[in-house]
């Protein structure tokens, strides 16, 4: 059983830094697609980073470029958002996802990604 375990959410004020991480387990992903996604209250879930089979292959979402950083340790199975200078406009419950096809390229639609975490709630205070 496919397994996604996000943690590192919380409390803090703008400007801040949090660490999100997602395990993965059931499987390896370690040549798979991975990324986060979040969902503020009221709207729609949206893109915020992926990761490609090759690490060094990432892509933002303009409203966090410059700010986050995704990354991987594939021998951990290990997924991991860094956000620094986090705004209010940030909050959001964090989703860590996987595509289940190998050496797939990068996608930014949430429907593309088969394997998704419970989401870990983040929340910027002004």
């Known amino acids: 059983q496919v397994q996604l375990v996000e943690s590192g959410g919380g409390l803090v004020q703008a400007g801040g830094s949090l660490r999100l991480s997602c395990a993965a387990s059931g499987r390896t992903f370690s040549r798979s697609v991975m990324g986060w996604f979040r969902q503020a209250p009221g709207k729609e879930r949206e893109f915020v980073a992926a990761?490609?089979?090759?690490?060094?292959?990432?892509y933002y979402a303009d409203s966090v470029k410059g700010r986050f950083t995704i990354s991987r340790d594939n021998a951990k199975n290990t997924l991991y958002l860094q956000m620094n200078s986090l705004k209010p406009e940030d909050t959001a419950v964090y989703y860590c996802?996987?595509?289940?096809?190998?050496?797939?390229?990068?996608?930014?639609?949430?429907?593309?990604?088969?394997?998704w975490g419970q989401g870990t709630q983040v929340t910027v205070s002004s």
């Open positions: 996802a996987a595509d289940q096809s190998v050496l797939g390229p990068i996608m930014t639609m949430s429907h593309a990604y088969d394997y």
């Open positions: 990761i490609g089979w090759n690490p060094s292959n990432t």
